[in-house]
């Protein structure tokens, strides 16, 4: 059992986790069955998706899908109540950097990399946290809503991750995840946010194999010794917000973050 596992705290949930089968989602797709849920995760990777069935075994679905296709969260959704006959919570994770279609510095930026980066963080999460509200709404039950956001949205770091799409999406997630939860708070939907630092993922590569950054990050984050983060640094918070712990608290965004947002780095960013 893994040092952040709760056993029992989401026993008897049916969660979708949009983007569930690698990196910071793949993560809470294992601590939300180790505290007793059944869900259905979404993943762009069919070889992923194999993987975490395998792995986690018969509560767990796994769906190779495009989340920034409208249908699909509705997909995952159907499948959850087939399988499990209820929907409690989503977890929104999928997103990535843009840099590939050209996101960047402003005055660098493509119309390519604005309107994919968007696409991508932004119009993905919009679709997901549609489906779950309007199901939501149908069951007359409640529910929760956790979308990632990014310590970007807020602390920027103009030297080493300069992409103003992907900061411009995640600062409109949190202004999204409030208006909803502002908004649906009298139906009982609850909508918050999980802001994670610099964390070791396929899509933090780059950041990763760059000795200036990984320095720079040493005093940026500086909680246990200065370090990028790791995916299961976010699964208790990510727990928290799918159990019922959390059902007094919406329109909230959790800095996960090793200090970043609150720290002076050595090294100018």
């Not at 509560?59 to 499990?84: F, K, L, N, S, Y």
């Not at 549609?130 to 990632?148: D, K, V």
């Not at 917000?241 to 780095?265: I, N, P, R, Y």
């Amino acid at each position: 059992m893994r040092p952040n596992s709760q056993p029992g705290l989401l026993a008897g949930k049916v969660l979708v986790v949009i983007g569930g089968t690698t990196g910071i989602g793949l993560s809470a797709t294992r601590a939300f069955v180790e505290a007793g849920a059944r869900l259905v995760a979404i993943g762009l990777d069919p070889q992923s998706a194999a993987a975490v069935e395998q792995e986690l075994g018969g509560g767990v679905r796994a769906i190779c899908a495009d989340a920034t296709q409208p249908g699909v969260a509705e997909r995952a959704i159907d499948e959850a109540i087939h399988a499990w006959g209820g929907f409690h919570g989503l977890y929104h994770v999928a997103g990535g950097s843009g840099r590939k279609f050209g996101d960047g510095p402003l005055h660098e930026l493509s119309d390519d990399g604005w309107h994919k980066t968007l696409e991508l963080n932004l119009a993905s999460a919009m679709y997901s946290n549609r489906a779950a509200a309007r199901r939501f709404l149908a069951q007359e039950t409640g529910g929760s809503i956790l979308n990632a956001g990014s310590v970007l949205a807020n602390s920027p770091s103009p030297r080493f991750f300069a992409t103003h799409a992907y900061a411009t999406a995640k600062a409109a997630i949190e202004g999204f995840t409030k208006s909803c939860a502002a908004y649906y708070a009298r139906s009982n939907i609850r909508f918050n946010v999980l802001a994670p630092g610099l964390v070791a993922t396929p899509m933090a590569a780059r950041a990763q194999t760059d000795a200036e950054i990984l320095n720079y990050v040493r005093s940026k984050q500086p909680l246990d010794g200065g370090r990028i983060g790791k995916p299961e640094d976010l699964d208790a918070a990510a727990v928290y917000f799918m159990s019922d712990a959390s059902c007094f608290v919406t329109g909230q965004v959790l800095s996960v973050d090793g200090g970043w947002s609150v720290t002076e780095a050595g090294a100018q960013g």
